[in-house]
């Protein structure tokens, strides 16, 4: 189910009873990996002694990466209600953004494409809204298109000034916001939230994104210099998440400062052949399966059938498979139109032998046990 980016604002929508919301993150230094081969590296470099054998431990990986390498963008998604009783996610998939901007689209490299998760908490107004406007209020940012991280990061603050200002949609709607956008081999991530962006690189994960929980170290340390607590893991003790749009009842006046922001966090990098697909998914997902799992998953689904869309619904039935108790909404995004390779793994380079004697130990064992 693709979702469309919409110019207009949506008309009044019902509000739920304020709910449980989520948080956000800043700037990563640096990308997490989940398995790291370099570190097995080292260990069998510096201990020979242990007889590790490299070859039967990490994967191969094609070193002869094509400079002139572009992505083909093709996209699936999946969103369930799960066990809640009424559904507050959102989601946007965009596999050709000029196509998609049409006469907009001036100065933008190609291809682009342009992909969110939008997980709403205390009813649905803030998530619809975002979905239909966050593009937009990206592509008219003027920094944009020379500046795209300005550009990403103006365009989710005005979304929240937008949310503050507008008489008809419910001022205790908030929503996390996760986005990809991506123009050539460029991806820009950007996060406000407990979303999660979760890159296939080989069978590897690589975490693209960090989960803004009250909870976490540097989070929490920015709501308590600006005057908020976290009591049991919730900012204020209202919301689970540190970062989110919306929750006007809970900012305060406009243009001051609050515990819970709606600042993204952005990380950008450069896709390579070795990156063959981009799982995007709300909190629901994420609260019950590790991001190498979902990786190892989507990856096996892809070689059996090359479809992104029944990878994500695959995601979402394992999720619910493992009792997730939220909204399910998942965004997988595959980079080639052919399927994953099949990995390589060399033969041991270590041969396993027994002596004699432990020959003669075992023969004994063996026999003692006729």
Request: charged share 20%; net charge negative.
């Amino acid at each position: 189910m693709n979702g469309g980016v919409e110019p207009q604002t949506p008309p009044d929508s019902p509000s739920m009873d304020a709910g449980v919301g989520k948080p956000p993150r800043h700037h990563l230094t640096s990308i997490r990996h989940c398995a790291s081969s370099a570190r097995i590296a080292a260990a069998a470099a510096s201990s020979p002694d242990y007889g590790l054998d490299l070859g039967t431990m990490s994967l191969i990986s094609p070193t002869d990466v094509r400079a002139g390498f572009l992505p083909v963008f093709r996209s699936g998604s999946c969103a369930e209600t799960g066990p809640k009783s009424y559904m507050e996610d959102e989601h946007v998939c965009v596999d050709n953004l000029i196509e998609h901007l049409g006469g907009r689209a001036a100065g933008i490299p190609a291809p682009g494409a342009f992909y969110g998760v939008f997980d709403g908490h205390g009813g649905t107004d803030a998530a619809c809204f975002v979905r239909k406007n966050l593009l937009k209020f990206i592509v008219e940012d003027m920094h944009f298109p020379t500046n795209v991280e300005k550009a990403i990061r103006g365009a989710f603050l005005k979304a929240d000034h937008a949310l503050a200002d507008s008489h008809s949609l419910d001022n205790s709607s908030g929503t996390t916001a996760l986005t990809a956008l991506i123009f050539g081999r460029t991806l820009f991530i950007a996060n406000a939230g407990d979303c999660r962006a979760v890159l296939g690189k080989r069978g590897r994960a690589v975490e693209l994104s960090r989960d803004h929980k009250p909870t976490c170290k540097s989070e929490k340390i920015r709501i308590e210099k600006l005057g908020g607590t976290v009591f049991d893991g919730y900012l204020n003790g209202q919301l689970a998440v540190a970062r989110a749009l919306g929750d006007w009842h809970m900012k305060g006046p406009k243009g001051s400062i609050s515990p819970l922001s709606a600042e993204p966090e952005l990380q950008e990098i450069v896709l390579s052949e070795e990156d063959e697909f981009l799982i995007i998914g709300c909190d629901g997902l994420w609260d019950v399966m590790t991001s190498q799992c979902a990786v190892s998953i989507v990856r096996k689904e892809l070689m059996q059938h090359n479809n992104p869309e029944k990878c994500s619904g695959e995601l979402v039935q394992e999720a619910l498979k493992r009792d997730s108790c939220d909204n399910l909404t998942v965004v997988v995004i595959c980079f080639s139109s052919n399927p994953p390779p099949q990995i390589e793994i060399p033969r041991s380079r270590v041969r396993r032998s027994i002596s004699l004697e432990g020959l003669h130990l075992l023969r004994g064992a063996l026999d003692s046990n006729a």
